[in-house]
């Protein structure tokens, strides 16, 4: 009740404030440092605002409240991890081992995947039922998308949906360990968990080309 009467009072003298404000933008990276440094419970306006060096009131020039900037953190949640991963089941392929490898651009690409930013969510979602609810309805349409692509495949319904949990459930593990390998480590073990992961070695050229787009020299 105190944080929203000070929430009330700052939003009423907002328009009285001149000077920088910084951003939308700002606020939100700002919002999701905090989120990943300390969790959810450190994501509130005061310490964000002496992070920014700035104003509380400069806050609601860009959001109503805190619950609508977690909201933010949400949606740039799931445009990044689930929208991302989605289109990278629907990429171009020629053989579902190339579809695999496509896969698995997200696990090493945080500008396509952002596995830290998954942790703090899920992290996030055991202090509140409507992040759960989230993670749950993220988590399907992420299965969905990649069982699709093993039906596009050939592969039967049932084993789609085997592979599809196990590539996933295999990440969200790494991802909850907070596994950090060695680049050359992971690299060395990518030809194998393709070949379990869909049935199917990739092929050299194929190899070649993801080393490629890692920089990566085996």
């Known amino acids: 009740m105190e944080e929203l009467i000070e929430d009330i009072a700052e939003q ?3 328009g009285q404030n001149s000077g920088w404000r910084g951003s ?3 606020w939100l990276n700002a919002a999701y440092d905090a989120l990943l440094e300390t ?8 310490p964000l605002a002496k992070r920014l060096n700035l104003s509380r009131t400069s806050f609601y020039w860009f959001f109503k409240d805190r619950k609508e900037l977690l909201g933010a953190l949400l949606d740039l949640w799931r445009e990044k991890n ?4 989605i289109k990278q089941t629907e990429a171009y392929a020629e053989t579902v081992s190339e579809a695999m490898l496509n896969i698995i651009d997200c696990w090493l690409m945080p500008d396509l995947f952002d596995s830290r930013l998954e942790f703090a969510v899920r992290s996030w979602s055991m202090q509140s039922d409507d992040v759960r609810a ?5 988590d399907q349409h992420r299965l969905d998308a990649l069982a699709k692509l093993f039906i596009h495949f050939g592969q039967e319904e049932r084993m789609a949906d085997v592979r599809a949990r196990a590539i996933y459930l295999v990440q969200i593990g790494y991802i909850s360990m907070k596994a950090n390998e060695d680049l050359a480590v992971r690299m060395a073990r990518i030809p194998g968990y393709v070949e379990t992961f869909c049935g199917q070695a990739p092929t ?3 190899l070649n080309r993801f080393y490629a787009r890692h920089n990566f020299a085996p």
């Open 39 to 46: 969790g959810v419970d450190g994501v509130k306006i005061q």
């Open 24 to 26: 939308a933008e700002v």
């Open 204 to 206: 050299q050229s194929e």
């Open 134 to 138: 989230e993670i749950e309805k993220a």
């Open 82 to 85: 689930t929208g991302n991963l």
């Open 12 to 14: 009423n003298s907002a």
